[in-house]
């Protein structure tokens, strides 16, 4: 592949909250169209990884590349704006707003009309509107939740609330999507299937995908032929494989530190 397939580029990312260092010299690079995921022992600093991507940490050194271009110090808008979207570990719905219309307002984060239009219903907004509520129902039925449209968020299971975060987040058409624990509180049998769904909105939709999980069975499923990288205290502390991370001694030392990951991690 050439340098140009490179769509993200971390260098030597350091960030100091007060006297804690919760990201130590971190580099990464991803090629379009990958998925990879991020792995670590609570605490390592996977979730100010990407807090860092999408500017709401500024680190205290390095440089983060988007397509070549540094995006450090762009607002949030911009970053969505520029394609990098995510879901949140502790999920960030509406909660009394039903599944469909959290979802059609990730679709208006980009408007294309003006209040003005939108007010004296243009032919123009109008049809903006018609296509709005075909996408929204489309990425609904993306993530297997059209038949809770009308449902409030907050009264979907917890499975479904984190796949409906899944679809308000490719709401914004990313090239970039990073997923912060997308299977946070599932069972075996939902786990099999949000590998499913991740598998099949990384293929039609090509987006660059990272994901941070603990579940080591969807970690390595989802990076068979790709690569994960381990974060402990900041650091790095591995990239490869799966069966290369499963077997790096340094990595299973890491996660004995921690009982319930360790045994996740074993398991798998
Ligand atoms: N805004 C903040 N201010 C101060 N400290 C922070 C902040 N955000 C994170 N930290 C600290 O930075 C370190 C890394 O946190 P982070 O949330 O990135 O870990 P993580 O790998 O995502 O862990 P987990 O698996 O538990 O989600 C922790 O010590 C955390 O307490
Ligand atoms: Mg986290």
Partial sequence: MTASNEIL??????????GVRAVND???????GEMVALIGPNGAGKTTIFNLITSAVQP?????????????????????????????QNIRLFPQMTAYENVELGLHSTPHYSL???FVRTPRARQIENDT??????LLEMVNLQEYAHAR???????????????????????????DEPA?????????ELIELIRKIHQQMQYTIIIIE??????????RDSRIYVLNLGSLLAVGSPQEIQNNPDVIRAYLGERKNARDFSAS
């Fill in 9 to 18: 580029s971390l260098r030597n990312l350091t960030v100091d909250f007060g």
């Fill in 26 to 32: 971190v580099s990464l690079s991803l090629q379009r």
């Fill in 60 to 88: 205290t050194a390095g440089e983060i590349l988007l397509n070549g271009k540094s995006i450090l110090r762009k607002s949030p808008d911009q970053i969505c704006r520029l394609g990098i979207s995510r879901t949140f």
């Fill in 116 to 118: 003005a239009e939108a």
């Fill in 133 to 138: 509520r075909k996408k929204a129902l489309e």
């Fill in 153 to 179: 968020a907050a009264s979907l299971p917890y499975g479904l609330q984190r796949r409906l975060e899944i679809a308000r987040a490719m709401a914004t058409s990313p090239q970039l999507l990073l997923l």
């Fill in 184 to 192: 946070a509180g599932m069972n075996e049998d939902e786990c099999n």
């Fill in 214 to 223: 603990h579940h080591m069975a969807v970690v390595m499923e989802l990076c």
